[in-house]
């Protein structure tokens, strides 16, 4: 009997052509996680980490499986992509798709072939599949791998899947749990889009990093946990970029689907498209740059390399080469003439940017101050119907860069700092906040529960602090600092369901969590306080 199965050669081979393949693109990838650029996206994913998912960016691949890293004797030889699924992780996509075919392998020995879940490049008769494509397994591996480094424990990744699965439905579940678990962030009830008015930071407050996404209701077990899209939609808003339009048209798609939805646009270079699809307009990087002034949730690429231009186009908020906190005083972020971010002595005068919560106009202060002013100009200015604001999105900003334009302003603040921690920018880290959503999951009145709803902010200086908890449930609200010490408690007393904490507390990391008193309760909440940061209104 040999020694080695068919399928062990078939991996030594795609071993050996993945480890030169990686000698050569190795130091790239490193040199590009040392750029700006690469710096530049990670501040705007943490600027939108508390904005609603129909705010959200996602760098998004398309076919992200399907790369010449990958390619063997029989698989993969016409990709969507060079680098693999960790490469392009770690240029900071945050959204992939993978396309999963219920498909015979040839994995062990020969009485032990059938069919397996693949990824595969392929149609909906399975055609262009391979015997020696990847099990979704191992790509599955690659992304809870680099969740699982420590330095990416705030990062949340979001997979379409294109199902090609037959009947294999409880097989792809019992491989998600395999590899995530807990830290799946799964539908309530079955059958569900993602929530649009939860943010990136809930999805972390209840201990996930990773959501799942199909076209459409499939089946009862699998859509426990893979969502069916986005919003009340079986499915989302997603097209190719040769139906794209400038901003400020950004159709197809409505202003109201940018607003409730996450918009899509992909491309696909490949061969079998040409020659059995329609490939359309590819994404280049000027259609990048208005695609991220339109508000484009999930920009689909192929053949993303590092020092891209699509990426470095993606960067809609900080100036080339900003922040740099010249002179190691630059604590403070303002929005200049280009409509790009830059970092500025706090104690500088300059106009501020206010922003209505529900309409989510701006308005440039006429009058002047210092950055810790930002507050009292724009309650003062607008009747407290605005509040000192920052850009989360690149169509805000743009918004905001035309307010400033007609107002004749060259600058204005933004409530954007690193005041409290160096480098640590934050946004909302100072002004009048709201903070809704929905309970994720209940767990009892137990402070420690991982089923807690949790809020995490940042004081800059000393603030006089209201917060009401308004809610669907029986809630009970704590008040804890970084080292999670209990500062404040208050139980809504069982009538209306409020709950009601007010102090003055000093500069400094604070968490504010929300329980339920049952273990089965679920519902919806409003947290509202004078001050602090939590992030932009829905």
Same mark, same amino acid.
């Given at each position: 009997m040999?020694?080695?199965?068919?399928?062990?050669?078939?991996?030594?081979?795609? !071993?050996?052509?993945a480890f030169f393949s990686a000698m050569v693109s190795a130091g790239e990838i490193e040199d590009f996680e *040392?750029?700006?650029?690469?710096?530049? +996206?990670?501040?705007?994913? /943490? +600027?939108?980490?508390?904005?609603? +998912?129909?705010?959200?960016? @996602?760098?998004?691949?398309?076919n992200s499986y399907n790369a010449s890293d990958y390619s063997n004797l029989g698989s993969y030889w016409d990709p969507n992509h060079v680098y693999s699924i960790s490469k392009q992780l770690r240029m900071g996509v945050r959204c992939m798709e993978f396309d999963v075919h219920e498909f015979f392998s040839t994995d062990g020995w020969p009485w032990e072939w059938g069919t397996e879940l693949l990824l595969c490049h392929g149609t909906d008769d399975h055609l262009g599949c391979s015997t020696f494509d990847r099990q979704f397994s191992e790509g599955l591996r690659e992304v809870r791998d680099f969740l699982n480094r420590p330095e990416n424990a705030e990062e949340v990744v979001l997979i379409y899947l294109e199902e090609h699965i037959d009947d294999a439905f409880s097989d792809a579940v019992n491989v998600l749990r395999a590899y995530f678990g807990d830290k799946i962030f799964k539908?309530? #009830?079955?059958?569900?889009?993602?929530?649009?008015?939860?943010?990136?930071?809930?999805?972390?407050?209840?201990? /996930?990093?990773?959501?799942?996404?199909?076209?459409?209701? *499939?089946?009862?077990? @699998?859509?426990?946990?893979? @969502?069916?899209?986005?919003?009340?939609?079986?499915?989302?808003?997603?097209?190719?970029?040769?139906?794209?339009?400038?901003?400020?048209?950004? #159709?197809?798609?409505?202003?109201?689907?940018?607003?409730?939805?996450m918009v899509r646009f992909f491309e696909d270079r490949t061969t079998l498209t040409d020659i059995f699809g329609n490939p359309g307009a590819p994404l280049t990087a000027d259609r990048m740059r208005e695609m991220m002034r339109c508000g484009v949730n999930l920009p689909g690429m192929d053949e993303l390399r590092p020092f891209d231009g699509r990426l470095q186009n993606a960067v809609w908020s900080w100036n080339s080469n900003e922040p740099n906190d010249a002179g190691g005083n630059e604590d403070c972020g303002e929005q200049i003439g280009n409509g790009r971010f830059n970092d500025m002595p706090c104690d500088r005068i300059a106009t501020f940017a206010c922003r209505n919560p529900d309409s989510g106009e701006w308005y440039i202060t006429s009058g002047s101050g210092t950055w810790s002013e930002g507050n009292d100009f724009c309650d003062m200015e607008t009747g407290g119907r605005y509040v000192f604001a920052v850009p989360v999105s690149g169509y805000q900003n743009e918004k905001l860069k035309e307010a400033r334009i007609i107002d004749g302003v060259d600058r204005v603040w933004l409530n954007y700092s690193d005041t409290a921690v160096e480098g640590e920018w934050v946004p909302y880290s100072l002004g009048?906040?709201?903070?809704? #959503?929905?309970?994720?999951?209940?767990? #009892?009145?137990? !402070?420690?529960?991982?089923?807690?709803?949790?809020v995490s902010f940042t004081l800059s200086g000393?603030?006089?602090?209201?917060?009401?908890?308004?809610?669907?449930?029986?809630?009970?609200?704590?008040? !804890?600092?970084?080292?999670?010490? +209990?500062?404040?408690?208050?139980?809504d007393g069982g009538e209306g369901y409020n709950s009601r904490l007010a102090m003055t507390l000093q500069a400094g990391r604070y968490r504010l969590v929300a329980a339920t008193y049952h273990a089965e309760q679920a519902g919806t909440f409003s947290l509202d306080t004078t001050k602090g940061s939590f992030g932009p209104n829905p």
């Open positions: 040999p020694s080695t199965t068919y399928a062990g050669l078939r991996r030594a081979a795609m !071993l050996t052509i *040392r750029s700006w650029t690469a710096q530049a +996206l990670a501040h705007q994913r /943490k +600027l939108d980490l508390y904005a609603p +998912l129909a705010d959200a960016t @996602f760098i998004t691949t398309h539908p309530i #009830g079955g059958c569900q889009g993602i929530p649009m008015d939860i943010s990136k930071a809930d999805i972390l407050a209840a201990g /996930k990093q990773i959501m799942f996404m199909t076209d459409g209701c *499939r089946n009862g077990t @699998f859509n426990e946990w893979v @969502f069916t899209g986005v919003g009340n939609a079986n499915g989302f808003p997603s097209s190719n970029p040769n139906r794209f339009e400038n901003y400020p048209n950004c #159709g197809p798609f409505s202003r109201e689907q940018y607003q409730s939805e009048n906040r709201s903070y809704r #959503g929905k309970w994720i999951a209940s767990g #009892g009145r137990d !402070l420690g529960s991982g089923q807690n709803v949790i000393t603030e006089n602090l209201q917060f009401d908890l308004k809610a669907s449930v029986d809630t009970y609200l704590y008040l !804890l600092d970084e080292h999670g010490d +209990l500062i404040a408690e208050d139980d």
